[in-house]
């Protein structure tokens, strides 16, 4: 595969020039009479820096192909991200309609809940109004009754009151 | 993404064929003293330079196997927990 050969070659590449640069910086500091252990410590030093420089420099590029294609491939990926986004934020605001739809449908049923409701009392408090009329026309026609009764036993007293005079006169 | 014991492989293969290359260059000049007093002065630097490359090699070896695996397994921790 070419571009795996092309990463291992970067690679490669990467440890000679700096297996070179350090190379030659041990050979100018032992020239300049360091000791074995001073020149040693500085090479694995610089190495330690330089390979960690070049790692964290790839810390989010781990897959090979992606960096041995270029920038193009992250160009691509980021593209691509950038559609999924979108097709998320288009996915977000569909259904961010849709429940808007949903609450407006739903104040529309609680409008129309609290209207029977209020239609239903209405026609309780109609009913019992009927109930009442209804007893207090009876009310009215016993009362009516009672009076006549009432009148009707007041004459009685009086012809009774009547006979008792004229009874007791003419004894 | 490759495994780990592949990354310590192609390490160890790059670091051999350059430790292998600092024993060539190491050797070439073998003998070199003895032709003139310039070629004993560059066989001396060659001597330093294919000393302190071949031991470069072999400190990128270590040095970049331990990094890359650390810094691969971070960066896997931290896309397992999904940071």
Same mark, same amino acid.
């Given at each position: 595969?070419?571009?795996?050969?092309?990463?291992?070659?970067?690679?490669?590449? #990467?440890?000679?020039v700096t297996?070179?640069? @350090?190379?030659l910086?041990?050979?100018?500091?032992?020239?300049?009479?360091?000791?074995?252990?001073?020149?040693?410590?500085?090479?694995?030093?610089?190495?330690?820096?330089?390979r960690?420089?070049?790692?964290?420099?790839?810390?989010h590029?781990?897959?090979?192909?992606?960096?041995?294609?270029?920038?193009g491939?992250?160009?691509?990926?980021?593209?691509?991200?950038?559609? *999924?986004?979108?097709?998320?934020?288009?996915?977000?605001s569909a259904? @961010?309609?849709?429940?808007? #739809?949903q609450?407006? &449908?739903l &104040? *529309?049923?609680?409008h129309?809940?609290?209207?029977?409701?209020? !239609? #239903?009392r209405?026609d309780?408090? !109609?009913?019992?109004? &009927?109930?009442?009329?209804?007893?207090?026309?009876?009310?009215?026609?016993?009362?009516?009754?009672?009076?006549?009764?009432?009148?009707?036993?007041?004459? &009685?007293?009086?012809?009774?009151?009547?006979?008792?005079?004229s009874?007791a006169?003419?004894? | 993404? %490759?495994?780990?014991?592949?990354? +310590?492989?192609?390490?160890?293969?790059?670091s051999?064929?350059?430790i /292998?290359? /600092?024993?060539?260059l190491?050797?070439?000049?073998? /003998?070199?003293?003895?032709?003139?007093?310039?070629?004993?002065?560059?066989? %001396?630097?060659?001597?330093?330079?294919?000393?302190w490359?071949?031991?470069a090699a072999f400190?990128?070896?270590c +040095?970049?196997?331990?990094?890359?695996l650390?810094? %691969?397994?971070?960066?896997?921790?931290r %896309?397992?927990? /999904?940071?």
């Amino acid at each position: 595969m070419r571009p795996r050969l092309a990463f291992r070659q970067f690679e490669f590449l #990467s440890y000679l020039v700096t297996a070179a640069v @350090l190379g030659l910086a041990g050979m100018f500091l032992q020239a300049s009479g360091a000791t074995d252990l001073l020149v040693a410590s500085v090479i694995v030093i610089l190495a330690i820096s330089i390979r960690t420089s070049v790692r964290m420099a790839q810390l989010h590029e781990w897959e090979p192909e992606r960096v041995a294609k270029g920038p193009g491939v992250r160009i691509d990926d980021l593209e691509e991200r950038c559609k *999924a986004c979108e097709r998320e934020n288009g996915r977000l605001s569909a259904d @961010l309609e849709e429940t808007r #739809s949903q609450l407006i &449908k739903l &104040k *529309a049923l609680e409008h129309e809940l609290v209207s029977k409701v209020l !239609e #239903s009392r209405i026609d309780d408090l !109609e009913r019992r109004y &009927k109930i009442r009329e209804q007893q207090d026309r009876r009310l009215s026609a016993d009362l009516e009754q009672t009076r006549e009764q009432l009148s009707a036993l007041d004459a &009685k007293i009086k012809i009774t009151e009547k006979r008792n005079v004229s009874a007791a006169g003419a004894t | 993404m %490759r495994s780990n014991k592949r990354i +310590i492989w192609e390490h160890f293969t790059d670091s051999v064929v350059l430790i /292998g290359l /600092g024993i060539v260059l190491d050797l070439s000049i073998i /003998g070199a003293s003895s032709l003139s007093r310039g070629m004993a002065e560059l066989a %001396r630097w060659v001597e330093m330079f294919s000393k302190w490359f071949t031991i470069a090699a072999f400190a990128q070896f270590c +040095i970049d196997s331990l990094v890359q695996l650390t810094i %691969r397994n971070y960066a896997e921790l931290r %896309r397992a927990r /999904g940071e």
